[in-house]
């Protein structure tokens, strides 16, 4: 299958060179020529089947044409070495725990798909060692640097912002060391991906070494997020409430909902969607006005969330071809401020004993005010609540229990490289790394 640019400037590219790519050269976001739209049989047997037998089935769709099959299988079920499943909440509300991976974020399973994509075409082609860039708000590093740790012939850079992630969140790829290297940039969320798209572009620095990133830019990384929008409906099937299902998806840089309205558009028996917003409410305000304004990101507790220009939106806007209206019947949106979410949180916790971090909390309380009689609610819990804990300590009282896997994080030695804003300066750094 060819991938084509949202910018429509570029030439057409394999699913091998998008992903190795990452960004068209005219900074467009590659985006499948078609989406194939799954049959009946699939969905009317769905509860019957495993997570790993629905996501090899949506990955055969989306990669089946370019990657054999026996590989593809292999690099789904590798990938899927964990569960995402849904837990009640509420009557009417599920929240989807996306946080049973390595990382215990949601990003595990794009970055460890991903990954093992990547290293397939490596030892297909005999190309090259690649070198990954990735920008992170918080969850997006630690995801894709440990999926990657220790994979032949790929080095990962993480850019993430000064101060501005949790300290279990840094510790997850700051303490890695072997084939990871961190950077932290004197900057917020919005300038760690601006690095990454700038080095993208520069001629010398391609020439210098293969570049690629694990953002949600990448297709590799978002079109699997939607194995666990299927999964959840078949769960739902299974229990007899999946007629009426509305997703909420907690959205900062938009690849997690735009991975499930892919899914939506091969077929994915989903009523609507909500986009739920911390503060940055660029989404939100699109949706009321019709007019795309990105602005500076605004810092919240909220801080995976913190994006003040979606890379994503390029692609929900392509997909439906510009139209507001169309945009607006099938999906909703939601914003709150710290304050909002904090007493989310807590009466979440104080009603029913879930524990929401404060992603989820938006997600959570977006279905609360927008659900109607009838239909049944998912949002996404997208990580861990002890990945915050200081903060979700706080706001519900309670001592948030860290599990093993990131207290052996949180015992590694911090290794970074500090970064200005300043593309002259990460150009410098990478042309005087050795070629990997």
Request: glycine residues 8%.
């Amino acid at each position: 299958m060819k991938y084509y640019s949202t910018n429509k400037q570029a030439p057409a590219a394999t699913l091998h060179e998008a992903v190795v790519k990452g960004l068209a050269g005219d900074r467009g976001l590659y985006m499948p020529e078609r989406i194939k739209t799954l049959p009946q049989e699939f969905f009317d047997e769905i509860d019957k089947m495993s997570f790993q037998e629905i996501a090899y089935t949506v990955a055969d769709a989306f990669f089946g044409e370019d990657v054999d099959a026996d590989a593809l299988h292999d690099i789904v079920y590798d990938t899927l070495a964990f569960d995402c499943p849904i837990e009640k909440v509420s009557d009417s509300i599920y929240s989807l725990e996306l946080y049973h991976g390595p990382t215990l974020a949601f990003k595990d399973v794009g970055a460890r798909f991903m990954a093992r994509l990547l290293q397939y075409f490596i030892r297909c082609e005999g190309k090259e060692q690649v070198n990954v860039l990735v920008a992170t708000s918080g969850d997006t590093g630690s995801a894709v640097a440990n999926g990657f740790l220790g994979v032949d012939g790929i080095h990962v850079y993480v850019l993430y912002p000064k101060g501005k992630v949790s300290k279990i969140q840094e510790s997850q790829f700051t303490t890695l060391g072997k084939n990871i290297t961190a950077i932290e940039v004197d900057g917020v969320f919005d300038d760690c991906q601006a690095l990454v798209k700038s080095a993208f572009m520069d001629k010398e620095l391609n020439a210098h070494m293969k570049l690629t990133s694990a953002n949600s830019i990448n297709v590799a990384r978002f079109l699997p997020q939607a194995f666990y929008y299927f999964n959840a409906y078949a769960r739902l099937k299974a229990q007899g409430k999946a007629d009426n299902m509305v997703v909420c998806v907690p959205s900062g840089n938009f690849g997690n909902i735009c991975a499930a309205l892919f899914g939506h558009a091969m077929g994915l028996p989903v009523k609507r969607f909500i986009a739920a917003n911390n503060a940055n409410d660029i989404f939100y305000n699109y949706l009321q006005t019709g007019k795309y304004e990105p602005k500076a990101s605004r810092q919240t507790i909220a801080n995976a969330m913190d994006v003040g220009d979606p890379s994503n939106f390029a692609r929900i806007y392509d997909l439906y071809k510009g139209d507001h209206a169309k945009i607006t019947s099938l999906i909703s949106g939601a914003t709150y401020s710290d304050d909002q979410i904090r007493e989310t949180m807590k009466d979440c916790y104080a009603k029913t004993g879930y524990i929401l971090d404060p992603h989820g909390a938006c997600g959570y309380r977006a279905l609360s005010e927008q659900l109607k009689d009838g239909e049944v609610g998912v949002f996404c819990e997208t990580a861990h609540p002890a990945k915050f804990k200081e903060t979700v300590d706080s706001i519900i009282g309670c001592d948030v229990e860290i599990p093993a896997r990131l207290a052996e994080f949180m015992k590694g030695k911090k290794q970074s490289v500090a970064m200005t804003k300043d593309f002259a300066d990460f150009k410098t750094f990478l042309l005087n790394e050795e070629s990997y």
